[in-house]
Structure formats: structure tokens, C-alpha cells
């Protein structure tokens, strides 16, 4: 007869969130204690709750008990587990995580055995005797008796019997102890990987950890694959029948649950005498007189008054109270931002003022945002200007204190690149061989290549196939490697937050982060506010102060909402695709639709900002949308159901939401079913969930009618949304951003581009290209001058713009406000005056003399660096005391025009004198090329031959592997389109060029039927035939802005 | 006046590797960075000073070397070694890559500078090395003329005068990127537009000086010969290299024996001159059919004991078979240690008072021990240590003699039970009625202790007990748990 197989409860258990240590994902131990029939599972990674959040989730769908814990190596050389028994007993080991983590640098915890000698724990211990015995039993039994003392009747002696050598002696000795002490035995697995077969994958993770290779490793790897998760039958012979006994017992008392956290809301926010409802409500009216002064619009009313009913059903008032208090903060300060995500563009909000989405404008329904089934907490992204984010975020640890606020983690997995270079280290490749994969990998391939690689790297791989190799890296990926911080993602609670998770120290000082990332907070429901930088906000910002400086405002400060709403010579400028610096449509595939779509109100911009991401792209929406709104296509729905959900794109759909509706209407998926469709799109790409539904989606939509090709199109597009989906609340919100910079770029471009240059580095161009665009739009451009500049870029007038210091590279802040303040009552006078007056040190005096910065005392700047070169380092400067002292009387030939563009570039990374592409086509080196200016005016499929400036090189996923040039020469850009099997044979042209002649054939977009020709602004590009690298004409020190 | 002659080598870090002449693309690389390209790959495009990921991606299948500056330290002293039957005055400078010889005075010796030029320039070539040479006044300007695009020849006035003029002409026409001075000096310079040579030179010294300090002030000067020689010149390593020629040749190891004393005795002469004591005596004989044999002798006496290196050679001499007659016996000494406070008297033949007691005692071991290894060669000499393995058979080795201990530490792991012998190959055990039998029947004891290793080779899966025999006797067995076969390991004592 088979006996019966014992019941166990596994009480020790790390995952790979014990890093490097570990080798099973929580979720892969979990399912698997489910599968082998156990009665509970422990997640108890070394001082850390990192793990145990994937694997409540994982629990609960395999329907199997989670004991939540964790282990501790203490300084006094014990090994201890602690367990938690009910919601106190978490909190006490939360808090003792937090306190050794946060004494200690980050990624590493100090902790001894007087850190446990509080007021009673309500935790069990666990002593996991196995490494930590040593042969004098002596001091085993000091350890046996401080723990004692410390745990009393909550102590156990954890027995792990792995099979290796001396385990019967070390055996008898726990026993003996145990029995001295009165300290209950238990088995405890000291699991470190869910089957046995990750044992490769612990060897390499345990040498990476040790920064060496399995072969050096000897003694350090496990002798064996025992620590692993044992079948029962395997248990019952390993271990004696009453410790599996105990681990039931011991499991019994662990009643702790992660349902059971009581997540509060800070209650400071709202007033005394009052409840977060009314203050709400008082808010939203007050709010809502504001914004409509004259009279509320009806619609207006009832959507405010269905949303608050809403958020009072779903309790969420402290929620939007507490973001409400941070921009309130931000809006005194003068900090300029917006919110934005899945609630932000509720008329609430923008009564609020959280967002400037006006609901009455826009065709946004809260309840897409905020969902009863999906159960979730709202989501509200708050943008603040980079350059100020800073000081919203120490306001929010002054209101709340750093022990109830704190930052989110990110968890940093090893991707593709990482993963090689780690795994090939730790088999013993040689360094070159595994940086010359790594690198190869990155350089435009994806992972699935590395077999290729491999062999084209010749790799004999010695002792090791590098089929084994293959495996490891693919089992090693999104395997999680340290917690990093999260943007801007923040918690705030009621209670001290250590209490709810662990805190640690980030990288950047003074920066605690929670063990949980924003996957782990979203599932359990915590509320997060995600407060982030966003640099256009900051340009925005200077430019409305310019604005407010040279207009008329009437003594006001001009504001965002100054800003008049649809104005037709803006969007005439959009149409024409003039819109480098505009936040979100400059990018050169944003600019290519823009004289197509020509937008001409607020929602053709949120669809314009939507259109142009991978998801539309992908799914092959862009054209079909710009047919039918060109009137080529008709507009035509399958049936009502559709007509709703697409209505708005014309039949198209654009937006990450839409995609999720339709397939509820026309697949058929239920709400939960869409929910999860969601979460898989969220997630593509870390789990590749999303394949899952495929069959379900295209079966589902063919049964009820639509074509393969609708079908096929929709979930291509969904696979597009998981990395960089649009939700249409984003774009709305990216919009009203567009829309202002581009009425500031159209109506005032001397404010738009200081703005936009004061907020470098930012966006898609470098500041020699918005200097460029700026003389193009009638802005006058004065050189860094040491007496007139600042260390920002000034606007002297409307249309008069004198650069700032901080272009030069080189120069520190703090020097140039010293320059400035030595000059405040009067100007310097010579170069001997300024040497005097100053107290700048030689590296920066060189900077300043290189961008000619002294051009104003009538000195070249190769003469002024002859003269400050004077100045001897180790000598006082006030010994020059007139420039006779500097100058020898010898007199150096003046740089000629192309030496001055060449230290142009060099040091501040622009030229204000002719473009070099002007200098050398008077040079007649640009033999018969054409200007980008003129290209507008030639025929389709004529061939050209153009040359300019390599300023941008971009290879888009999305786009098959052809490669986008942009070249800039005195009179604009011109856009070239190299397909693949140019790119290889012109491969060196393209890499190492600065100057680039391209032969080609020129492509421009037909007419757009009945629209005034004159008004069309065509699309030109020309497909590389001919590429030749002419850098050596002149060479120069700029950059390209490279890109995937 | 001198004359100096530069040998510059371009590609140093590629033909001290000997990869410039391989056809695939190969880059010499230092922090992910190359430094040099070799043809194959600069015809892909790959230019020094791209970063690997560039590098990469215009050739994937680039070959990358880590810069070993090193073997290109020791290519320069192997140049400058040879070069020194050139002139006595050979200096090498490793920054430029470059050897010089003052040659003034060797140009009666090679009758004329021509000949002198032909066998330099046809030795280089020989070694298959790139380089470009310049001739000047001094090291400096050779080094620069070098860079011009005219032979040395061009620079000879007469056949015992250097054109000064054409000197200058050509220095004149060189960036001052050349210049061997700072980076910032040449940067400062280039940016008050003074980019070749002759623009610094029309400039005066003290205005130059006070720029870009004393050490450009002395570097100018010296170019322009206004400043003394002052480099320091190239001392060869202090090898011990003898040799002894015979005519006609002998046929007896006996005949042998004079002559290895005077080896030895050079030798000892030439490490009391030093304060040295060799480690490695390497003597070769050349025989007349152009073949060779080689005997190489370690020694870790403390003193020079003469008598004691020649009784060990003929003993290793004992055990060679001449295969023809002996043309010539060399002797080299690569090998050596600093004696420290040990005197001259500590070369003397037989004289080991100074020694303590404990010194000599060793010092007796060590001869022992250099007799042994002489005796039964080192391959038949070895001792036992542990090493890092987990596998038992591994877990300890036998390695040839040294007197160092090359045991591995354990990492503070605890020592597994192990028995002192272990079988050099597991014994199969046989099944006797569900008994297991290998010489008597095996009763377990204890375990299983498991070893599961070396995926990443072959893998090893065992489980060990401890048995007892029926002659009473402990023994080490184990189960393979993959085809389920006992075997007796080991034998506890």
C-alpha cells in the first residue's frame, strides 16, 4: 500500500528579488508549491518584501495559503527567519527591514540581534541553523540561549537537510541544542529555486554575484541541486515525519494577508469640521465659477455632479484632494504644470485646476477614466517643469514627513544586452568576446539574433555549447537585478509608510524608495500620484514671463490660459509644418503628417499627437485615416456599435481606449476580459501575455462579421499600444501643451525660442538648429559677449535675442553669475580690466576666449587668447595691470571665416556667422547641388543631388529597417530616406559623416484635391541613390542626433 | 655636431601584438576605445579613437585586442638591443614609439652613412616591423623630420655635415600637433591659429616661455639646437649570455667539462659584479648538423656554489645523448635575485660559514632537491595540494615540485569528510541478493551526501555513503543516480 503522503508547509523560500541569491521568480515558487500539493508557501527573500507583492497575486490564482517573510543575516553571525502571523507582525518586520536597510548604503542592510529586543514581537523566528553551527558547540549554545532570551516561546530551530556531508553529526548537534534549550524543530527548505533544473541558473547568478566564473568558483557554488522545492514523497524521506509536522503548525499561526492591508489616505488635507465630500465639492464650485465666470454650461453642471457621485461611490476624494494640495503648492510658486492619465481630464480636475483640458471642449467621458468594474485607483500624472520639479517634491516631504512619503521603486531587469554580457562573463567568455555580443546586439538587433551572432562570432564556446549559453540568457531575462527610483511616482499614507512596506535608500542621496514597484502598487490598490519633469513646461514657463515683458498685458502676468484658444494663423503655421521646438509634433515623422492631417482645431491635434506612435502606425490606421479625411475613402461603419466607439476618427481607431472597446464591441470580450486585455497590453513585452488573446480577438471579430484584415490590423495595432500607446486623456493633455508652444512659436518667436533655449537640454533639436530656426522666424541673434551676456540667453527686444554663458561648453554657472556681479557697475574695459575683476580660473578664461566672447574689446580671438595665455597660472592676477603686460606687441594673423565657424562649433556648438554650407557652395565645392529651399519647387521623381549637415540619423522600429537622414544646409532641411541595401553598402558614409552629398530621387505628396495649392505645403524627401561623406571639406565639431 | 637618427614605429601597439599583417580586421582597443587599426580594418572604415560600439557597427566581425603596452616596451628594447651594433649611443622613448641612434660616430665603421642606413633599414625590414625614420642634430627634430615625406639621405649636406637648412625648412612645414608636449600646450596653441611649426618658431622664446612654460621654452630651444643632449640612453637588461665556439667540433662529453667551468665562472663574475643570484641556468649545445638540444637547470641556492651548478649540470648532461659533434656551448641567465647584505665572500667556492645553521641546513635541501629534479627531472618530483573543486577526485592533486604552497583555500566552507585514499578509479560494486558486494559484503552507515555538478562540462551526479566492509574496514562508496551503479570511491583509515 503507497503511505500517505506527508502535508508540508515550505517556511523559507528566496526569490530572485533576493538578488543574485535567488534563481525562481516568486510567481514560479508559488505555482509550483501548488502543484506539489503543498498546504502553504513562504516568500522570504533576504531582508526584503520586494518579491512578495507577484507572489500574493500568483497565490491567489493557484489557490494556495502565502506566508510572507524574510530572512536576515545578523552581525553576530545568526541566520534568522522571521514570519508574519497577523497585520502587526508584518508591520514589526517591515519596520526592521526599513531600519537596517536605511542605517545602510544602498543594496545592503545592517541589522543585530539588540535590533530585536523590542516590545513583544508578534512575529515567529526562525533560527536557520545550517551554516551558521559551528563545531564549538559552545558558541552554538551562547546563540541558542541569547535567541532564547530574545524570542522566548516564538523561537524555533529551522532544519535543513540538503545532503551534503557531516549532515547526520550536524544533525544530532541542532538536536541536542534543541532539546537543552527547549527550541522546537521545524524543516525549512532554504529553497532558492522553484525545480531543480534552475540549478545552472543559481551557479552563473552566484557568479555573478562574485564577480568570477563557475570554473573559479569551486567550493562557493552549491554542491548540489537540493534547494529546491521537493515533491512530498521526496520530503518525507529527507526529514524526520514530526518537523514536516511542524511546518503546519507554524504555518497555522501565519494568518497574515496582503488583503488585509488597510491602506489610508492622508486625512490632513481636508479641514476640520468638514468631510473630504464637502471639501471636495466646495473646491469643484468655486472651481467651477471661475472657469466659467458667466454662466456654467448646463452640461458642465451634470458632469461634475456625476463625476463627484463617483468618486464618493469609489471613496477617492483625499486622493484628488491630495494632488488638488500639490498643484495648489506648485500654482503659488509659480511652478508651471498639468495633470495628465486616466482621471486628470475629468471636469473635476480642470475645476480643480489640475489640468487645463477643458471637458466642454473636449470629447472625453470620465467614465473611461475612472472604471467601477476595473476597481482600480485613479491615475493622475502631474507635469511640472524640469528644472522645478525638485522643490515640489521636498514640499511633499515637508508636508508629510519622509516616514509617510516616499518614492516608488522601479525594478531594473536584465534586458537583452545586460543579460549577455552577465551570462557570458560568468561562463568564462572572454571579455572582449561577450562586450563584442553585447554591443552587436544593441546596434539595431533584437535578442532572437544572438544565435546568429553567435556564430558569426565563431564561438567554440571551449568547454561550454553555446546552446547552454542561449538558455541561461533566455532564462536570466526581466530576472529582476536592484531596485532603482521610480520617476516620480509617490506614496503617501496615513500611518508611517515603513509600516505598510519596507523603505531603502536610493542611489541619489537624501532619497528613500518603498520595496515596491508601480505593477506591485497597482495591484493591491494603493493610490500613487506620479509627480514628473517635463522640460517644454519649463520653456513655456520663461516664454509667457518674455511674453509678459515686452506686450501689453496690463500690469498682469501673461498665463497659459491667456493663451486665445483656436487661433487660425497658428494652425496655418502647423499646416505648413513649421514646428521645430513645438512640444510633441516637431519630430521629423510628426512633421511629415502635419501638411496632410492639417490640423485646424484643438481635436485634429489630439489625434495628430496620437496618430504618429507605433500602435496606429503599426496597425496600418495612419492611412485610412488621412484618406477619409482627405474625402478619398468614405466614412462607413459595420454598425452602430462601431460608429460609437470610432465616430470621433472617422472609423479609425487611434486611440489606446478605443482599442479596448472595440474589443468588447466587436469581439465580444466582457468587461473582465477587456480588463485583462488591458493589463496584457500594459504588460507586452515583460510577459508576452498579449499572444494569449489573439485567437480569442480575431475569432471573435470574424464570428461577428469582420474582415480578416480589420482583424488581423486591430490586434497588430494593440501589440504597437503595449510599449508606447496613446490613451486619448494623454494626448489631450500633450495637445493644450502643443497647441501653446506652437501660438507662442507663431506669435512670439523671440519669447518662444529664449524660452526654449533657457530650458536646454530638451527635445528633439540641439540649440544649433532652434538658433537657426530662430533667424529663419526674424530673430536677431547677438554672440556671447563676457559684457553684455548672462549665464541665460536674454531677450533684449521682441526680436532680439543675446546669448547666455551656459551655451558654452565648459563654463560653470556659478563663474559666469561671478563675471556678471564683478561687472554689475561698470563694463570691463580691456582684456587686463576683466583679468583683474574677475576671479575666473584659466580652463574657463580659454572657454570664454574660444566661443569669442571678447570680440566687444575689438580683439580677435585668437589674439585674446594670446593675451590671456599672458597670465601666468602660478602668479597673482592683479599683478596685469594694463594689456601692454599681455600682449608683447606682437600682433597674430585674425582667424579666417571658416577657422571662426570651426571654434564656433567647437565651443558653444553653433556658428552666428554663414552657414558652412554657404561658405563652401561660394567655395563652388557643392558642385550643383540643390539648396533645401529649392526642393519644394522641383518635380516628383526628378533626381537631385543635395549636401548638408548630418543632423539627425533615425532607424525607427517601425520602420523595416530603413534609415531617415536629415541634412541641414543654409536655407532649411532636407529629409532623405535610405533603404536597407543602400545603408550597406554606404555604411561607413553613414556612420562617420558630419557632412554628408546625397544623390537621389526626389518624392513629393501628390495635391490634396480641392484645397488652394498655394495653401499645400508638399512632403519632400529624396531616396538615397548616391551617398558620399564630405566632412573632410570642413571639418567641424558638431552632432548628430542618433536614434532608434 | 651629432647625428641623430629616429626610428619611429607607427603601428607599434599592432606589430608588437603581430596582428598589422593579419588579413582580418583587427583594432587595438584601450577602455573600449581603438587605438589602432590594422589595414583590413581602416579599409572598413575603422578610424583610431572610435568608440568599440562605432567600431562595431561598421564591421561586426571586428577582431578587438586589449592594448598590451608591455610587449611593445619590450619590441622598442629588442630594436634598441640589435641597434646597438649600429652605435653605442641608442635611446629609446616609448611615448613616441620611437628608437634613436646617434650615429655620427659610426659612420667610419659602416663607411658612410648609406651603408649604415642599408643594413639598419634592411634589419627592420627583416623583422617585418613599419617605421619611418628621420635624421637631424638631435633626438626631438629626427623624430619630427621623421613625419616628412624625405628619405633621410635628403638631410645630408656632405658626407660629414647635415643640411641645417633643409632641417628647418622641413621641421617649418610640420603641425605643431607633432610637437611632444602637453595636450593643453598644443591646444592653446592651435587656438591663436598657430598650427604648424614655423609659426611657433617666428614667435620670441621668452613670450613662449611665459605662455606655455619652461618646458616648452626648453623644448623650442632645443630644437633649434640652442640647448645640450641630454637623453638619457638605452642599458641593456642585464642577461647573462656566453657562449664557446669549437672548430672542428666535439664528439665527448668529457671534452665538455673545461668549457662549462669557464661558463660558470664568467657567470659568477658577472652576477658579483651585479649582486645577484641566478635561478635558471640554460645551456645549449649547437651541433654541427645545425640541430640543438637545450638543458635547463633551476637552482634555489641561496649562495653561488660553483661546484655544486657543475656537479648538477653533468648530472643532467649524464642523461643527454650527443647526437653529433658539439659546435658551440652557450650558457644564458634570464632569471635573477637581488643577494641583498650577502658579500662577495658568498661567491666563493665551498665557503658556507656565513650561513646559520638553518640556512644551511635548507641550503643542504636545496641541493638535494636541485640534484633530485636534476636526477629524475621535474616531471618526476611532485607533491600534494588541495584545489577548489567539489568533485572528490579533484578535490585534491598532485602537482609537480615547487617549493611554494599552491593549495587553494577552502572559503571558509567547512572541510567535507573525505578519506585519506582514495581509489584512482571507482570500483564497480557488485548486487548480491539486494547486498551489496565488492570484496565482502558493504553495510551503509551513513548518508547520502550528494555531489551534483559541472553541468556546464560533464555532469556529475553522485550519492556517497560510508560503509562498512565485512572485514570491518570503513569505506567511501556511492550511487550514480542516472544508471543507478554502485562504486567503492575511497577507503577511510
Redo the contacts between chains.
Keep these: 500500500m503507497t503511505p500517505l503522503l506527508p502535508d508540508y508547509a515550505e517556511l523559507h523560500c528566496i526569490s530572485n528579488f533576493t538578488f543574485l541569491r535567488g534563481a525562481s521568480h516568486p510567481e514560479e515558487l508559488v505555482t509550483q508549491a501548488a502543484e506539489l500539493g503543498y498546504r502553504a508557501v513562504t516568500i522570504s527573500d533576504e531582508c526584503s518584501f520586494a518579491g512578495i507583492v507577484r507572489a500574493h497575486m500568483a497565490a491567489k490564482s493557484c489557490n494556495i495559503k502565502l506566508i510572507i517573510g524574510s530572512e536576515f543575516y545578523l552581525n553576530e553571525n545568526i541566520r534568522l527567519l522571521l514570519l508574519a502571523t497577523d497585520k502587526t507582525a508584518y508591520s514589526q518586520i517591515s519596520s526592521l527591514i526599513s531600519k537596517a536597510r536605511l542605517r545602510s548604503p544602498k543594496g545592503s542592510y545592517d541589522i543585530s540581534l539588540k535590533d530585536f529586543q523590542r516590545e513583544s514581537p508578534h512575529y515567529l523566528a526562525i533560527w536557520l541553523v545550517n551554516d551558521a553551527l559551528t563545531?564549538e558547540q559552545e558558541a552554538n549554545q551562547k546563540i541558542a540561549e541569547q535567541l532564547k532570551s530574545v524570542f522566548q516561546q516564538s523561537l524555533w530551530m529551522g532544519i535543513n537537510l540538503?545532503?551534503?556531508?557531516?549532515?547526520?553529526q550536524r544533525y544530532l548537534q541542532c538536536y541536542e541544542i534543541a532539546k537543552r534549550y527547549h527550541i522546537p524543530m521545524t524543516a525549512s527548505g532554504n529553497v532558492h529555486m522553484h525545480v531543480a533544473a534552475r540549478?545552472?541558473l543559481q551557479?552563473v547568478v552566484t557568479a555573478i554575484r562574485l564577480n568570477t566564473n563557475?570554473?573559479r568558483l569551486?567550493?562557493?557554488?552549491q554542491?548540489?541541486?537540493?534547494l529546491h522545492l521537493h515533491s512530498r514523497k521526496q520530503l518525507a524521506s529527507l526529514y524526520p515525519p514530526e518537523l514536516l509536522a511542524e511546518t503546519l503548525q507554524i504555518a497555522a499561526r501565519c494568518q497574515f494577508t496582503l488583503d488585509s492591508l488597510n491602506y489610508q489616505y492622508p486625512d490632513e488635507i481636508v479641514p476640520p469640521n468638514t468631510t473630504a465630500t464637502q471639501f471636495l465639492r466646495e473646491l469643484t464650485e468655486d472651481g467651477a465659477r471661475q472657469r466659467w465666470p458667466d454662466h456654467i454650461p448646463e452640461t458642465v453642471i451634470s458632469l461634475i455632479e456625476k463625476e463627484l457621485a463617483l468618486i464618493h461611490e469609489m471613496k477617492y476624494e483625499q486622493y484628488f484632494l491630495t494632488v488638488y494640495d500639490i498643484v495648489q503648492f506648485a500654482r503659488n510658486q509659480k511652478i508651471l504644470c498639468q495633470g495628465r492619465g486616466s482621471a486628470a481630464n475629468s471636469a473635476v480636475c480642470y475645476c480643480l485646476f489640475i489640468t487645463e483640458v477643458d471637458p466642454a471642449r473636449s470629447q472625453l467621458l470620465f467614465e473611461r477614466f475612472i472604471s467601477k468594474e476595473r476597481d482600480e485607483p485613479p491615475d493622475i500624472d502631474v507635469d511640472f517643469e524640469h528644472e522645478r520639479r525638485e522643490e515640489v517634491m521636498q514640499y511633499i516631504y515637508r508636508k508629510y514627513g519622509r516616514e509617510r512619503a516616499a518614492l516608488a521603486a522601479t525594478v531594473i531587469t536584465y534586458r537583452p544586452r545586460s543579460a549577455v554580457r552577465d551570462v557570458g562573463k560568468a561562463?568564462g567568455f572572454d571579455q572582449?568576446l561577450v562586450?563584442?555580443l553585447a554591443?552587436?546586439l544593441?546596434?539595431w538587433k533584437k535578442p532572437q539574433q544572438l544565435d546568429e551572432?553567435l556564430n558569426?562570432?565563431q564561438v567554440q564556446q571551449r568547454?561550454?555549447s553555446a546552446q547552454?549559453f542561449l538558455q541561461l540568457v533566455d532564462e536570466i531575462l526581466r530576472f529582476p537585478r536592484h531596485l532603482s527610483q521610480h520617476v516620480g511616482g509617490f506614496i503617501i499614507c496615513r500611518e508611517p509608510i515603513s509600516m505598510l512596506v519596507p523603505l531603502e535608500n536610493a542611489a541619489m542621496k537624501n532619497r528613500t524608495i518603498i520595496q515596491w514597484d508601480k505593477t506591485d502598487i497597482e495591484s493591491l490598490g494603493l493610490m500613487k500620484i506620479d509627480v514628473l519633469a517635463l522640460g517644454m513646461l519649463s520653456a513655456i514657463r520663461k516664454s509667457l514671463g518674455y511674453i509678459s515683458d515686452f506686450e501689453e498685458t496690463n500690469g498682469k502676468e501673461f498665463q497659459l490660459d491667456n493663451i486665445p484658444a483656436e487661433d487660425k494663423a497658428t494652425y496655418d503655421m502647423l499646416c505648413k509644418a513649421d514646428t521645430i521646438g513645438v512640444f510633441q509634433i516637431e519630430s521629423r515623422a510628426q512633421m511629415n503628417m502635419l501638411p496632410r492631417l492639417r490640423p485646424q482645431t484643438f481635436y485634429d491635434l489630439v489625434i495628430q499627437i496620437a496618430i504618429i506612435r507605433p500602435g496606429p502606425i503599426q496597425g496600418g490606421m495612419v492611412h485610412p485615416f488621412l484618406r477619409r479625411r482627405q474625402g478619398l475613402e468614405s466614412i462607413t461603419y459595420a454598425n452602430a456599435g462601431l460608429e460609437a466607439v470610432l465616430g470621433r476618427t472617422l472609423g479609425v481607431p487611434i486611440f489606446q481606449e478605443q482599442v479596448i472597446q472595440l474589443a468588447m464591441v466587436a469581439a465580444g470580450f466582457s468587461g473582465g476580459e477587456a480588463d485583462q486585455l488591458r493589463r496584457a497590453i500594459t504588460s507586452w513585452g515583460r510577459n508576452g501575455h498579449l499572444d494569449l488573446f489573439r485567437d480569442k480577438l480575431i475569432n471573435g471579430m470574424l464570428e461577428r462579421g469582420y474582415s480578416i484584415d480589420f482583424a488581423d490590423r486591430l490586434f497588430n495595432q494593440l501589440r504597437g499600444f503595449g510599449a508606447y500607446g496613446f490613451p486619448e486623456s494623454h494626448s489631450a493633455s500633450f495637445a493644450l501643451l502643443a497647441y501653446a508652444s506652437s501660438w507662442i512659436k507663431c506669435n512670439h518667436p523671440g519669447a518662444f525660442y529664449c524660452g526654449l533655449l533657457n530650458s536646454q537640454p530638451m527635445g528633439f533639436y540641439a540649440p544649433a538648429q532652434l538658433v537657426q530656426d530662430a533667424r529663419r522666424h526674424g530673430v536677431q541673434i547677438l554672440p556671447v559677449c563676457i559684457n553684455h551676456s548672462q549665464w541665460d540667453h536674454c531677450l533684449m527686444t521682441r526680436h532680439v535675442l543675446r546669448l547666455g554663458f551656459r551655451l558654452l561648453k565648459g563654463m560653470h554657472r556659478k563663474s559666469a553669475e561671478r563675471l556678471v556681479t564683478a561687472r554689475a557697475d561698470r563694463s570691463f574695459s580691456s582684456m587686463a580690466d576683466f583679468i583683474q575683476r574677475t576671479h575666473i580660473n584659466r580652463q574657463e578664461q580659454?572657454c570664454l576666449?574660444?566661443s569669442d566672447a571678447f570680440q566687444c574689446f575689438n580683439s580677435h580671438?585668437?589674439q585674446s587668447?594670446?593675451q590671456i595665455?599672458?597670465v601666468?597660472e602660478s602668479r597673482p592676477l592683479f599683478n596685469v595691470e594694463s594689456d601692454a603686460v599681455l600682449d608683447?606687441h606682437?600682433v597674430?594673423?585674425?582667424?579666417k571665416e571658416h577657422?571662426e565657424i570651426q571654434?564656433d562649433y567647437s565651443y558653444t556648438g553653433l556658428t552666428l556667422r554663414r552657414h558652412p554650407m554657404a561658405l563652401l557652395r561660394e567655395n563652388q565645392l557643392l558642385h550643383r547641388c540643390t539648396r533645401a529651399t529649392d526642393l519644394a519647387t522641383i518635380e516628383h521623381g526628378h533626381i537631385v543631388h543635395i549636401a548638408g549637415l548630418v543632423t539627425c540619423r533615425q532607424r525607427p522600429g517601425t520602420a523595416t529597417g530603413v534609415l531617415f537622414i536629415t541634412l541641414e544646409d543654409e536655407t532649411g532641411y532636407c529629409n532623405v530616406i535610405v533603404w536597407k541595401n543602400q545603408q550597406q553598402h554606404y555604411?561607413?558614409e553613414i556612420?562617420?559623416s558630419r557632412i554628408l552629398s546625397i544623390k537621389g530621387k526626389l518624392q513629393r505628396t501628390e495635391q490634396i484635391a480641392g484645397l488652394d495649392p498655394q495653401q499645400q505645403t508638399p512632403v519632400v524627401h529624396i531616396v538615397a541613390g548616391f551617398i558620399k561623406d564630405i566632412s573632410h571639406l570642413m571639418p567641424l565639431n558638431t552632432s548628430s542626433h542618433d536614434f532608434h | 655636431m651629432m647625428w641623430w637618427l629616429c626610428i619611429r614605429f607607427p603601428s607599434l601597439m599592432l606589430d608588437s601584438l603581430s596582428i598589422r599583417e593579419s588579413t582580418e580586421a583587427t583594432a587595438i582597443i584601450e577602455r573600449?576605445i581603438v587605438l589602432q587599426a590594422n589595414p583590413p580594418a581602416v579599409e572598413?572604415?575603422i578610424?583610431n579613437g572610435h568608440s568599440?560600439?562605432?567600431a562595431?557597427?561598421?564591421h561586426?566581425?571586428?577582431q578587438?585586442?586589449?592594448r598590451q603596452i608591455n610587449r611593445e616596451k619590450e619590441l622598442l628594447e629588442h630594436v634598441a638591443v640589435w641597434a646597438y651594433r649600429f652605435s653605442p649611443q641608442v635611446s629609446i622613448d616609448e611615448q613616441l614609439s620611437a628608437v634613436f641612434l646617434e650615429i655620427r660616430g659610426s659612420l667610419k665603421l659602416f663607411r658612410g652613412f648609406n651603408r649604415l642606413f642599408h643594413y639598419l633599414s634592411e634589419g627592420i625590414k627583416k623583422r617585418k616591423l613599419h617605421f619611418y625614420c628621420g635624421l637631424s642634430h638631435n633626438p626631438i627634430a629626427s623624430y619630427l623630420i621623421s613625419y616628412s615625406d624625405k628619405d633621410p639621405e635628403y638631410y645630408r649636406q656632405s658626407p660629414t655635415k647635415l643640411d641645417s637648412k633643409k632641417i628647418l625648412q622641413n621641421l617649418n612645414a610640420l603641425p605643431v600637433a607633432l610637437l611632444p608636449c602637453r595636450k593643453s600646450v598644443k591646444k592653446?596653441l592651435q587656438?591663436?591659429?598657430?598650427t604648424h611649426i614655423h609659426s611657433v618658431f617666428s614667435?620670441?622664446k621668452t613670450?613662449l616661455g611665459?605662455?606655455?612654460g619652461r618646458e616648452f621654452f626648453d623644448l623650442i630651444a632645443y630644437l633649434k639646437n640652442e640647448e645640450k643632449e641630454h637623453r638619457s640612453l638605452f642599458v641593456p637588461p642585464e642577461h647573462f649570455n656566453s657562449s664557446r665556439y669549437f672548430l672542428n667540433g666535439l664528439n665527448n662529453k668529457q671534452q665538455l667539462h673545461p668549457y662549462i667551468n669557464q661558463l660558470l665562472t664568467e657567470l659568477k663574475n658577472h652576477l658579483r659584479f651585479r649582486q645577484l643570484i641566478n635561478r635558471q641556468l640554460n645551456w645549449q649545445l649547437n651541433y654541427i648538423d645545425g640541430g640543438s638540444d637545450s638543458l635547463r637547470l633551476n637552482s634555489s641556492l641561496q649562495v653561488f656554489q660553483q661546484r655544486s651548478l657543475f656537479d648538477i649540470t653533468l648530472l643532467k648532461l649524464e642523461q643527454m645523448k650527443l647526437r653529433a659533434n658539439i659546435e658551440s656551448l652557450s650558457l644564458s641567465c634570464k632569471e635573477f635575485e637581488k643577494i641583498g647584505s650577502y658579500n662577495d665572500s658568498l661567491f666563493q667556492q665551498h665557503d658556507n660559514e656565513l650561513l646559520t645553521e638553518d640556512d644551511s641546513k635548507n641550503e643542504k635541501y636545496n641541493v638535494v632537491m636541485d640534484k633530485l629534479l636534476s636526477r629524475l627531472q621535474s616531471k618526476h618530483c611532485i607533491q600534494l595540494s588541495t584545489?577548489?573543486?567539489?568533485l572528490p577526485e579533484k578535490a585534491w592533486r598532485a602537482i609537480q615540485y615547487t617549493d611554494n604552497n599552491n593549495s587553494?583555500p577552502?572559503?571558509g566552507?567547512?572541510t567535507?569528510?573525505?578519506p585519506l585514499w582514495l581509489l584512482s578509479k571507482p570500483a564497480a560494486i557488485q548486487q548480491h541478493q539486494k547486498k551489496l558486494y565488492w570484496q565482502g559484503y558493504l553495510q551503509l552507515l551513513?548518508g547520502?551526501?550528494?555531489?551534483?555538478?559541472q553541468?556546464?562540462?560533464q555532469r556529475h551526479?553522485r550519492?556517497?555513503y560510508i560503509a562498512r566492509h565485512s572485514n570491518g574496514s570503513i569505506y567511501w562508496i556511492f550511487k550514480d543516480p542516472i544508471n543507478r551503479q554502485w562504486f567503492v570511491h575511497g577507503i577511510f583509515s
Design positions: 563545531d540538503p545532503r551534503k556531508s557531516h549532515q547526520q540549478k545552472p551557479d563557475i570554473q569551486g567550493n562557493k557554488l554542491a548540489n541541486a537540493e561562463l572582449a562586450d563584442k554591443k552587436s544593441s546596434w551572432l558569426r562570432a568547454s561550454i547552454l580659454n576666449v574660444r580671438r585668437y587668447q594670446w595665455s599672458a601666468e608683447d606682437i597674430l594673423a585674425a582667424p577657422e571654434w555604411n561607413q556612420i562617420n | 573600449q572598413k572604415g578610424k568599440m560600439a562605432t562595431l557597427s561598421l561586426p566581425e571586428l578587438a585586442v586589449e592653446n587656438s591663436m591659429g598657430l614667435l620670441p613670450s611665459k605662455r606655455f584545489h577548489n573543486d567539489l587553494d577552502l572559503d566552507q567547512a567535507p569528510l573525505r551513513q547520502p551526501e550528494r555531489i551534483d555538478n553541468w556546464w562540462k551526479a550519492d556517497y
